[in-house]
């Protein structure tokens, strides 16, 4: 009895995200769920416990491709269906793991049956199993690049298409689609949040009171599942019912001129990029109404629509958080839906925009005054939302403010943030202002994921060079395979115009594309590195370099040295958000440990190793060579130092010694980790990407430094 679901009434608070998925159940053309959130927030869940509310579906008797028997597929692998009888089943719930190939979502062809027999031996994907069900991504950030393209690709064409050496196969794929994310553990590009259509913010909740009803409901479901399940059978029966009435009636609801004009302008007023948002939204206002049991878009429905789909699509850069002005929404819709009730000369002389209103919030169904300041929000279950709560009475009211409130702060490990600064340290100072930095590669040719930095053999890019297969088939290479069967072909009685082939035969493609890197950089902020402008350049190159990493795919770790030892400032992460703050936060002062920076490095990437072997690392040193602490600290750095050469680690140092008398420390700790080095001066002259660029090890020379610069 352990396999009974948790039931989707259960769940305590989150109306957000549970209006969120009801929405996409009733009209799956609003294009799926992003929920972003910290873990352990039941995200997973509820999105299986929605699977259960679906309505039953008639697919045909053997179609491995759930094609519906009223309206087949006319292109379906499977052939023709018209005519044949169905069978009801349940919608299904695929989940997608985080290191599923290529192969796996779309299916795969036997290529040696389709070059040696003519026939097209096709196994259906995971996208052919989520047809007409649900498609949940649980990490979608952490997934390859080309993956996520794929699979929002199909969600919003409905189609999957499947293309191998000539053999063509396509099938329907219409599903609805659930993303979860951590945001600490990295962004999803933008043009891949624009996908999604509709984002929400969840936290779990803050209050004693609510977090202790969650874990008692918890611990009755995992005591006795069966008798939980029948405690909310009745709700989840009501609410299953409830998606299938509003699915009837929303080919019925009207979306008038003034609710269109609304979005158009809401949109137009938040500068979202596209029209998608546009589109997304008239179809959300749509759905609530149909979910509401109306058969007209209100207004209420264009403001819930907006606070669901627009947030994430107001992003102008990586480290802006998603998130929506309340007030100059509430302002946009009431200006547009007064136009038809005013008379030209009355718009053209009346009141504008910024000038004093009445309370936006005071003059609707429920009244109530400014409801946007706090946790609660719109949320459309709770007071001033345009839809019911979908739970029912099964998840009070006084539960439903865990979805919408804020986010917490990034966290704060290994940030001493909270801890009284010593008396010699420095208040933190602002980064400079980021710059576009130049492509920098690491050294040779790796194999870690697929990225936009350093040349590496991967699932993508282009062909190199073929070999023989150590698994099955992917990536045929034809040339290379007909080259090795043609000697052999009078030996093995070849008599038509087909190819006699052996399994010996087949070659498949070797591919170079790019891969991602780990950018660690090991910074001093001791009293000798405090100057203002000097750590204001220093945070502004790593600031630019960490938004070159998120479009690039890289991760990036920054580790501190000063005082007493050195702190993990960030762990190797793709989050820009959490980089830039932690780097905001750096103070500076005290002593200089630099052999204790160079050892936590060493620690650091060893564990990195370990963790993702095939990412290979770069070394970023900012420092003025200077070691303090101790009388042989300049010793113990030298030797902290010949450890990571030892490694071949690609390495660089960014000398900041300053002043007219100079000792050259900074250069010989680069003779002695192998690397090249560069002034502070030249640091903003080409961006210490540049060096990066032209990085080759040990060349720690003065001609080499000032090339790589």
């Given at each position: ?20 998925l ?6 799956p ?9 910290e873990?352990g ?10 699977a259960?509310?679906l309505?039953?579906?008639?697919t ?12 087949p597929?006319?292109?379906?692998p499977?052939?023709?269906?018209d005519?044949l ?11 997608l ?12 062809l ?8 003519g026939?097209?031996a096709?196994?259906?994907?995971l996208?052919?199993?989520?047809h ?19 699979l ?9 298409y ?11 794929a ?19 949040l624009d ?8 936290a ?6 609510e977090?202790?009803?969650?874990v ?24 299953a ?24 302008a ?5 500068e979202?990029d ?6 997304v ?8 109404a ?8 209100l ?6 629509a ?5 947030p ?8 802006d ?6 007030e100059k ?10 136009q038809d ?10 009141r504008g925009?910024?000038?004093e ?9 429920d ?26 009475p099964a998840?009070?009211?006084?539960f ?6 804020p986010?917490?702060d990034?966290p ?8 009284p600064?010593?008396?010699?340290e420095?208040?933190?100072?602002a980064a400079g ?29 282009h062909?190199i060079r073929?070999?023989r ?8 290479h034809l ?10 072909q009078?030996?093995?009685g ?7 082939l ?6 498949e493609?070797v ?5 991602s890197?780990?950018?660690l ?12 402008q ?5 945070k ?8 070159d ?6 991760k990036v ?8 030892g050195?702190?993990l ?5 793709s989050?820009?958000e959490?980089?830039a703050?932690?780097?905001?936060s ?10 204790a ?5 060493h620690?650091t ?12 690392p770069l070394?970023?040193v ?6 303090t ?5 300049l010793?113990?750095a ?8 030892a ?7 960014l000398d900041?010694e ?13 003779g002695?980790?192998?690397?090249s ?7 903003r ?8 660029h032209?990085h ?9 430094n000032?090339k790589?610069?």
């Open positions: 009895m352990t396999d009974v679901r948790y039931p989707f009434t259960a769940i305590v608070g989150m109306a957000d995200l549970r209006l969120g009801l929405l996409n159940a009733v009209s053309a609003v294009g799926g769920v992003l929920v972003r959130g873990k927030t039941a995200k997973s869940t509820m999105v299986r416990a929605l259960g509310l309505p039953s579906i008639d045909v008797e053997g179609c491995r491709f759930a094609c519906d028997p009223a309206a597929d006319p292109q379906c499977d052939g023709a269906h005519g009888a169905g069978t009801a089943r349940a919608a299904q719930l695929v989940e793991p985080v290191g599923v190939t290529e192969d796996r979502i779309v299916g795969s036997d290529l040696e049956r389709a070059l040696s027999e026939v097209k096709y196994e259906p994907g996208l052919a199993k989520a007409r069900g649900v498609l949940y991504i649980d990490e979608v950030n952490l997934l390859q690049d080309h993956v996520v393209d794929l929002l690709d199909a969600a919003a064409m409905g189609r999957s499947v293309e191998r050496e000539g053999v063509s196969v396509r099938h329907a219409r599903f609805l689609l659930v993303g979860t994310m951590n945001p600490e553990e990295g962004e999803l590009r933008p043009q891949l996908r999604f259509g509709l984002t929400v913010e969840i779990a909740t803050r209050e004693p009171r977090r202790a009803e969650v008692r409901r918890r611990l009755a479901h995992d005591a006795d599942p069966a008798a939980f399940a029948a405690r909310f059978a009745a709700e989840e029966r009501t609410l019912e409830r998606i299938t009435t509003a699915r009837e009636l929303l080919p019925e609801v009207e979306l008038t001129d003034t609710a269109l004009r609304q979005i158009t809401v949109c137009a007023a938040f979202v596209g029209l998608r948002a546009d589109i939204m008239a179809r959300t206002a749509v759905a609530l149909a979910w509401s049991g109306r058969t007209e878009v207004e209420e429905d264009v403001r819930k907006a606070q669901l789909a627009l994430h699509r107001r992003r102008r850069n990586p480290f958080a998603p998130g929506l002005d309340e929404l509430d302002r946009t819709l009431e200006e547009h839906a007064e009730e005013q008379p030209e000369e009355a718009r053209s002389e009346g925009p910024d000038d209103q009445p309370d936006p919030d005071g003059d609707g169904p009244g109530g005054g400014p409801q946007d300041e706090g946790p609660d929000g719109p949320d459309g279950g709770g007071p001033g939302g345009g839809a019911p709560d979908p739970a029912g998840a009070p009211n006084e439903a403010a865990t979805d919408t409130a986010a917490p990034a704060e490990t290994d940030v001493p943030a909270q801890h600064r010593p008396a010699r420095s208040a933190p100072v202002e980021p710059y576009r930095t130049k492509l920098f590669k690491v050294p040779g040719t790796g194999k870690g994921a697929q990225g936009r930095r350093s040349p590496a053999e991967t699932d993508g890019g062909t073929a070999r297969p150590a698994g099955p088939l992917t990536r045929l040339a290379a395979t007909l080259q090795a069967a043609a000697p052999h009078h030996v093995r070849r008599t038509g115009r087909a190819l006699e052996r399994r010996d035969d087949f070659r493609q591919r170079q594309g790019r891969e890197n780990l950018v950089f090991v910074v001093d902020a001791s009293g000798s590195m405090a100057a203002r000097r750590m204001t350049a220093v502004g190159a790593v600031l630019s370099l960490l938004m990493a998120y479009q690039r795919r890289d770790g920054l580790i501190t040295f000063r005082g007493a050195a702190e400032a960030l762990p190797p992460t989050s820009v959490v980089g703050a932690r780097l905001e750096l103070p500076t002062g005290g002593r200089t440990p630099l052999a920076g160079l050892l936590r490095a620690e990437l060893r564990v990195e190793r370990m963790r993702d072997p095939h990412r290979r070394l970023v900012v420092t003025d060579g200077r070691a602490g101790g009388r042989d600290a010793t113990d030298g030797r902290a130092a010949g450890l990571l050469a490694q071949g680690l690609a390495s660089v140092v900041c300053s002043g007219p008398v100079r000792l050259g420390l900074a250069r010989k700790l680069a002695q980790l192998g690397a080095a560069v002034t502070l001066d030249e640091l002259a080409e961006g210490v990407t540049a060096l990066v032209a080759r090890p040990a060349t720690s020379t003065t001609t080499a000032r790589a610069a």
